[in-house]
């Protein structure tokens, strides 16, 4: 049991680059998203999904999308690179309606450090 | 709109204080509030609180919610160099709108 693996753990991009963060998680999750964290800003969601095709923007959507064709994995697209998203991206899944308290726990991957040069 | 705020921001003890970490939310449909403690890496789980009034304990941290005055409290006591973190909460919303709204964390830093 992995639980949520992110990939790459560090990426350098040129301004105007596209690129994919990915994101997996093999708990059979139903609720998945994508953070990005900025010093002093905490963490701000971006995208999110409750089920396979479904998605939904969070607070900062613009300059990314997102797919979920798949329960396992949640890949976050970069269409055209800059400066302004550089940042730290956290992928997190977790259940998402439980009688089960815990299992709304969100569980986070590692985080891809991200800088558009 | 929704929002969580935490306050402090950022926090200075000594090692042996005692801390109270303050989490207001204002979010539509309110299931459930996270803390989490995060180092120099991902968020680690520390409470969920769905119940006001009832009080979850994890050795020296303690957190309570309060779904009247739609806040949370986190308190550690007897602080330890090792504490030093950030400390986030995040509010749960259900039904057909399901998602997390984060606090922008307050920096606990506890000094020998």
């Known amino acids: 049991n992995a639980g949520v693996t992110q990939t790459p753990k560090f990426q350098v991009l040129k301004t105007g680059q596209s690129m994919t963060l990915q994101c997996a998680q093999d708990m059979n999750h139903e609720y998945m998203s994508w953070y990005r964290q900025d010093p002093g800003m905490g963490l701000r969601l971006i995208h999110y999904?409750?089920?396979?095709?479904?998605?939904d923007q969070g607070e900062v959507p613009n300059g990314y999308n997102v797919s979920r064709s798949t329960t396992e994995d949640f890949p976050l697209r970069l269409l055209s690179a800059a400066p302004s998203q550089t940042s730290v991206y956290f992928c997190?899944?977790?259940?998402?309606?439980?009688?089960?308290?815990?299992?709304?726990?969100?569980?986070f991957g590692p985080g891809t450090r991200l800088l558009v040069l | 709109e929704d929002k969580v705020v935490q306050s402090p921001l950022s926090l200075v003890v000594h090692e042996g204080d005692t801390v109270t970490l303050n989490c207001s939310y204002e979010v539509t449909n309110f299931r459930s509030l996270l803390w989490y403690k995060q180092e120099k890496k991902a968020p680690t789980f520390l409470f969920m609180l769905?119940?006001?009034?009832i009080e979850k304990k994890s050795g020296r941290l303690s957190s309570i919610l309060d779904k009247k005055e739609l806040f949370s409290i986190l308190n550690i006591t007897a602080t330890q160099t090792g504490d030093s973190a950030v400390y986030l909460c995040?509010?749960?919303?259900?039904?057909?709108?399901?998602?997390?709204?984060f606090g922008k964390g307050t920096l606990l830093t506890v000094n020998p």
């Open positions: 769905t119940s006001s009034g």
């Open positions: 995040a509010a749960i919303q259900g039904g057909s709108n399901y998602k997390l709204t």
């Open positions: 997190a899944s977790s259940y998402s309606i439980s009688d089960r308290e815990n299992e709304e726990t969100q569980y």
């Open positions: 999904s409750v089920g396979a095709g479904i998605t």
